[in-house]
């Protein structure tokens, strides 16, 4: 009976599914009425291309046989008028419509089970880049939101990732400049470097001129690549001590603190953004370190969600937004920070902006002793 059920046409299908047999019904309805004084048959011509707009081949054949023999039995009840030239005229009509329709829905169908194909592959792609992030990793609960600014895509130029190391939990966010495969490309090298590279370097600093080599290596670059390549990112640890988060700002938003009452910015020293390092080699990457009070959660974004504009042009002001939403004394966990903030956003922006978002919640619980 399931099987069955699944085959039957839905109430909820759009009007265009429910075109092509309003079309039959009323002329049908019509020709009752006239008893065949007045030719109808014509409008069951335009059936056939309307059913190819949403069903398969086999179907679309289907309603143009239905349609020639609705116009032979009507033209049968007018005597005399079933082998008359306009009719003739009429059923060829048909056949040569239904033809054509039949065409375009093997077309139409092929294009679909293309674009399924093409929108698995762009998920799969999303989810071996960024990957879901695990509520838990050690002492720091996580939770984070993505969505790329280009309509129908799943993949921009945003990026982040956490993972537990043998120094601690490191995680990571940053901003590729530009779009389109060159900005994935990027994304791709970034993230490949950080989950290979977070669990060798001890020293954060290292970790992050080690993700600037691997812009350099593997980005793309010279007459097919953008030159003027960049990432901004922000490199955090939480220590295995507990207690402090360290944090390395190659030009990124600085990170927001959430706590029971209100929200705050944490100041950290900010270097050029990776890619850049070789205009000034000199320039210090030296981690900050920051104490994190129990109940606070660390928010870190990218400058899709703060330069969010809205209908006048102002940007979304974060730091305002939490401090009104979570100052009330309780302690916000980190998806209800990262919740508020997507629709947040999104409510504020206008329909115009497209850029991609990326936010990434965390906290530190105490880990119970064995």
């Known amino acids: 009976m399931s099987r069955w059920s699944l085959r039957l046409p839905s109430l909820r299908q759009g009007w265009v599914w429910w075109l092509p047999l309003a079309i039959m019904a009323v002329d049908v309805v019509v020709e009752l009425i006239v008893r065949g004084e007045e030719p109808v048959s014509f409008m069951l011509i335009a059936v056939p291309p309307l059913a190819s707009a949403t069903r398969g081949p086999r179907v679309t054949a289907l309603f143009a046989v239905v349609c020639?023999?609705?116009?032979?039995?009507?033209?049968?009840?007018?005597?005399?008028?079933?082998?008359?030239?306009?009719?003739?005229?009429?059923?060829?009509?048909?056949?040569?419509?239904?033809?054509?329709?039949v065409a375009l829905s093997w077309q139409r169908e092929r294009t679909r089970q293309h674009l399924i194909r093409a929108h698995s592959?762009?998920?799969?792609?999303?989810?071996?880049?960024?990957?879901?992030?695990?509520?838990?990793l050690g002492p720091v609960h996580a939770a984070a939101f993505y969505e790329a600014g280009v309509g129908g895509t799943l993949v921009g130029g945003?990026?982040?990732?956490?993972?537990?190391?043998?120094?601690?939990?490191?995680?990571?966010i940053g901003d590729v400049r530009g779009k389109g495969l060159d900005a994935v490309q990027t994304v791709a090298a970034v993230l490949g470097s950080f989950r290979v590279s977070a669990h060798e370097w001890q020293s954060l600093s290292s970790l992050a001129e080690r993700l600037e080599l691997s812009i350099t290596r593997n980005s793309p670059a010279g007459d097919?690549?953008?030159p003027e390549l960049f990432v901004t990112a922000l490199v955090l640890e939480?220590?295995?001590?507990?207690?402090?988060?360290?944090i390395v700002d190659r030009g990124h938003p600085e990170p927001i603190v959430v706590g029971p009452h209100g929200a705050r910015r944490l100041v950290t020293a900010p270097a050029l953004p990776l890619g850049l390092g070789a205009l000034y080699p000199d320039g210090a990457t030296?981690?900050?370190?920051?104490?994190?009070?129990?109940?606070?959660?660390?928010?870190?974004?990218?400058d899709g969600v703060s330069e969010a504009r809205d209908a006048e042009g102002r940007f979304y002001p974060v730091l305002e937004r939490l401090d009104?939403?979570?100052?009330?004394?309780?302690?916000?966990?980190?998806a209800s920070v990262v919740s508020f903030v997507r629709a947040d956003a999104e409510r504020w922006s206008a329909a115009t902006d497209n850029d991609d978002r990326a936010v990434l919640a965390l906290?530190?619980?105490?880990v119970p002793m064995r």
Not at 84 to 95: D, N, S
């Open 158 to 172: 945003d990026l982040y990732d956490v993972c537990r190391t043998p120094y601690g939990v490191r995680a990571i």
């Open 224 to 226: 097919h690549g953008d």
């Open 238 to 246: 939480f220590p295995l001590t507990g207690g402090t988060v360290r």
């Open 68 to 101: 020639i023999g609705l116009e032979m039995w009507m033209a049968v009840r007018r005597p005399g008028h079933f082998a008359e030239q306009h009719h003739v005229a009429v059923y060829i009509a048909t056949l040569v419509i239904g033809v054509a329709s």
């Open 324 to 334: 009104e939403r979570f100052s009330n004394g309780t302690a916000p966990d980190p």
């Open 286 to 302: 030296d981690p900050t370190e920051h104490q994190l009070k129990p109940g606070e959660v660390l928010v870190v974004h990218t």
């Open 121 to 136: 592959a762009a998920e799969a792609m999303q989810k071996t880049l960024l990957r879901p992030v695990p509520q838990r």
């Open 363 to 366: 906290t530190l619980t105490p």
